[in-house]
């Protein structure tokens, strides 16, 4: 089993237009490493300086991985990870 990531629309170019993919590792930072290997540039997408973009806010099981260690938050087999860009602007 491994862990599916579901991808927004703005990344799908990266991931041959999949609505979710699969990757594996033991942190979140081994699963975003993975997946990069499995869809070149994803990575540089999400990540910053070793840590995650400012405007991305990514889920495990419905969890905002900022609270739960970041890069480092530990993902296991069978989990689920959202990817979600923020989203800003608007009228004034």
Partial sequence: MAI?????TILRNLTG???AVEGEGSSLGELITDLDKRHPGLQERL???GKLRRF???YLNDEDVRFL???EAPV????TV???PAVAGGMR
Avoid at 4 to 8: C, G, L, M, W
Avoid at 76 to 79: E, K, L, Q, Y
């Fill in 4 to 8: 599916e990531v579901r991808i927004p």
């Fill in 17 to 19: 237009d999949a609505k």
């Fill in 47 to 49: 990540v910053d300086d």
């Fill in 56 to 58: 991305i806010n990514v």
């Fill in 69 to 71: 260690g970041g890069l």
């Fill in 76 to 79: 296991a087999d069978g989990d």
């Fill in 82 to 84: 959202t990817i979600l």
